[in-house]
Nanobody, 115 residues
Framework: QVRLVESGGGLVQTGGSLRLSCRTS????????MNWYRQAPDKQRDLVAT???????DYADSVKGRFTISRNNPWNMVYLQMNSLKLEDTANYYC?????????WGRGTQVTVSS
């Protein structure tokens, strides 16, 4: 069974940092593309960052230069380092992958940025 479990969210002031983690199981992690999405209240879920199996990354324009996605294949983990956080980064952050043609999501971890 595929499982994605996020952790690391919390309350942080503007300009602060958080590191999100996603622990995976049930997939061949080393060949899976991994993604972080976020969803703010009353907004759609948007792609924040993606990392391929060989470590190539891409980011939403709104987080470029502030967020870094990384992976640890032996540990089946993907991370999202978030620096210089802004109020508009407040959202529920979800780990995602597509495996055997199905979309798999974690339950999310809440990030709240306060002034």
């Amino acid at each position: 069974q595929v499982r994605l479990v996020e952790s690391g969210g919390g309350l942080v002031q503007t300009g602060g940092s958080l590191r999100l983690s996603c622990r995976t199981s049930g997939i061949n992690f080393s060949i899976a593309r991994m993604n972080w999405y976020r969803q703010a209240p009353d907004k759609q879920r948007d792609l924040v960052a993606t990392i391929s199996r060989n470590g190539s990354t891409d980011y939403a324009d709104s987080v470029k230069g502030r967020f870094t996605i990384s992976r640890n294949n032996p540990w089946n983990m993907v991370y999202l380092q978030m620096n210089s956080l802004k109020l508009e980064d407040t959202a529920n952050y979800y780990c995602h992958t597509t495996w055997k043609s199905l979309d798999w999501w974690g339950r999310g971890t809440q990030v709240t940025v306060s002034s």
